[in-house]
């Protein structure tokens, strides 16, 4: 019912950076929390951060002091500053939407993903 769309996945050399974005289409008034997730093969899912509409920030140890978690409420839209880019942060990362209430049925949005490759 609510679309996700991520944009700014890529092929980057260690120590190199990527901006991620992910906006939510149509008008959303009811989102209290926006993550990023990542998944490699062979892997669990994992949350690399998370914000709220109130601004408060949650990250992974592995990404902290890394990566910077960022949101436009006005736009439903979250961003990830990826800097000091690892070969252990390849992964397809997906933006991820919760609602207070359903939207289309669904409590939980999320986007289709975005390839992020770290070269070795």
């Known amino acids: 019912q609510v679309q996700l769309v991520e944009s700014g996945g890529g092929l980057v050399q260690p120590g190199g950076s990527l901006r991620l974005s992910c906006a939510a289409s149509?008008?959303?008034?009811?989102?209290?929390?926006m993550s990023w997730y990542r998944q490699a093969p062979g892997k669990q899912r994992e949350l690399v951060a998370s914000?709220?509409?109130?601004?408060?920030?949650n990250y992974a140890n592995s990404v902290k002091g890394r990566f910077t978690i960022s949101r436009d409420n006005g736009n439903n839209t979250v961003y990830l500053q990826m800097n000091s880019l690892k070969p252990e942060d390849t992964a397809i990362y997906y933006c991820?939407?919760?609602?207070?209430?359903?939207?289309?049925?669904?409590?939980?949005?999320w986007g289709q993903g975005t390839q992020v490759t770290v070269s070795s």
């Open positions: 149509g008008s959303i008034f009811s989102i209290y929390a």
């Open positions: 914000i709220t509409t109130g601004g408060s920030t």
């Open positions: 991820n939407f919760q609602t207070t209430f359903p939207i289309g049925g669904q409590y939980v949005h």
